[in-house]
């Protein structure tokens, strides 16, 4: 059985979505503005380090790193409604990809796990 | 290698552990590095042997260090110093020994000991003998002031080794160029276009300088001439100033250069000078189409008197 990481097609995929999805943050008002101040070069690994995470693809991130990664974010008043902002961009970029349904989901549920860890609750 | 460093006490910044972050960014001085060690590299990291540690199981000896700007000194001598315009000269630096570098890499120029600032590389290898720099004399600049009034024809200096990202790789003669300077940011993009043309870059390439005034404006004949001279080389000078004379662009030079080209999907952009030009340069060009990895820069950062490591215009 392959996982969710592999179906949605790897490393390619989280190349190919890294743009895409980056675009989508930077041109959203409710947002980009978490993203200012941070080099655009560093801030796309950053970008591909999500959505590997998102992808159930391989990483060492623990639910702590995830806490101790956003809290400056926390403190600057990062709450739910720029986490689903953030989850709208993840859908919409996989849409675009033409990922299956389903794995969009799948994809979803995993992001919407770390909810609490990233909003430090 | 990350593990190893870490096991044996060499602690270095990582956070990943999966070839993702890039935090881990290492480079290698000597010894074969193979493609699995630099999983989504930039091309022109890739070109100084960089790679990251987590990634890296060494199978030979290789020696390492982290990424460090202006290690080595070599000493140099001062071949020219002429005036571009009023306020920057050009110096050409003669050396005995080969000197590996990049047109557009950086290189520290040191006054003493103690003081020095680093200047982008103008000059191209395989074009130029002597190594060359635009200096703007600055008003509290203890380095830029040494250069105007007291170096001689003659004198030697220190230089440290070059560094730098910002330069051009061949991997891609067909791609469309973007390159947008301010000030003496035209330093290393006048060297990126003449590297890329004297290699045989065969796509278009565009530059834009952006100064305050006419009388700041530099090698302006220079490059309307080498302009003439390749059809698919495009200069424009722009003012941001109330005066602008004919065969400029009136506006601030990114504005002229965004409004001129809209779709960048496939574009390399190259983006010198001040570092608030540099950081919304790098995101329009993203939002405009560019890729992440296709958009290479250097911010000239002014420094406080004490400090040395940054980039000064
Ligand atoms: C949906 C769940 C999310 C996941 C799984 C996630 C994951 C990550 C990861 C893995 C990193 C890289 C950490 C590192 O290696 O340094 C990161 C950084 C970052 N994230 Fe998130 N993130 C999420 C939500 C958000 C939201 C909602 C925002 C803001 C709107 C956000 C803004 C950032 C920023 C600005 C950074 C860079 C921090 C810095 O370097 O200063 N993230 N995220």
């Known amino acids: 059985m392959s996982s969710l990481y592999e179906k949605i097609g790897g490393e390619g995929a989280v190349n190919a979505a890294v743009d895409i999805f980056y675009r989508k943050v930077l041109k959203d008002d409710r947002i980009k503005h978490f993203f200012d101040g941070v080099d655009m ?75 609490n860890d990233v909003l430090g609750k | 290698m990350l593990d190893c460093l870490t096991a044996h006490g060499v602690s270095i910044p990582s956070s990943c552990h999966a070839g993702i972050c890039q935090t881990c960014l290492m480079q290698a001085i000597s010894g074969n590095i193979p493609a699995t060690a630099q999983p989504g590299l930039k091309n022109t990291l890739v070109a100084q042997n960089y790679f990251l540690a987590c990634s890296f199981h060494p199978q030979e000896d290789v020696q390492i260090r982290l990424p460090m700007t202006g290690l080595g000194k070599l000493s140099a001598t001062v071949a020219e110093i002429d005036f571009l315009n009023t306020q920057i000269v050009r110096l050409k630096l003669a050396l005995n020994t080969k000197f590996n570098y990049k047109a557009g890499q950086f290189i520290n120029l040191f006054k003493d000991n ?153 574009w390399r952009v190259f983006l010198c000078g001040h570092p608030k030009m540099v950081s919304t340069g790098k995101k329009l060009a993203f939002l405009a189409g560019a890729s992440t990895g296709n958009i290479y820069a250097d911010p000239f950062v002014l420094v406080p008197r004490s400090a040395s490591k940054t980039i000064s215009a």
């Open chain 2, 114 to 266: 103690a003081t020095s600032r680093a200047y982008s590389l103008a000059s191209v290898p395989g074009i130029d003998d002597q190594l060359q720099f635009h200096i703007r004399k600055l008003p509290d600049g203890l380095v830029s002031h040494w250069v105007h009034h007291d170096l001689k024809v003659g004198d030697n200096v220190d230089i440290s080794d070059a560094s730098g990202d910002c330069f051009y790789v061949p991997d891609m003669p067909d791609q469309k160029l973007l390159l947008i300077a301010t000030g003496t940011g035209l330093a290393p993009l006048y060297g990126i276009v003449r590297d890329a043309l004297f290699q045989g870059h065969s796509g278009t390439i565009k530059l834009y300088h952006g100064s305050n005034s006419p009388d700041l404006v530099y090698l302006s004949e220079e490059l309307k001439s080498l302009a003439l001279q390749f059809d698919h080389f495009n200069y424009t000078p722009c003012i941001s100033g109330k005066t602008v004379p004919q065969g400029f662009a009136a506006g601030r030079a990114q504005e002229v250069a965004f409004k001129e080209n809209q779709d960048l999907s496939g």
């Open chain 1, 41 to 115: 070069a560093k801030q796309a690994a950053k970008q591909k380090a999500f959505l590997t995470v998102a992808f159930g693809g391989p990483n060492k991130y623990s639910g702590e790193d995830m806490r101790k990664g956003h809290a400056h974010l926390v403190k600057n008043g990062l709450n739910d409604s720029h986490f689903d902002a953030v989850m709208e961009h993840l859908g919409a970029t996989l849409k675009e990809l033409n990922v299956p349904a389903d794995l969009i989901g799948q994809a979803a549920a995993v992001a919407e796990s770390t909810r």
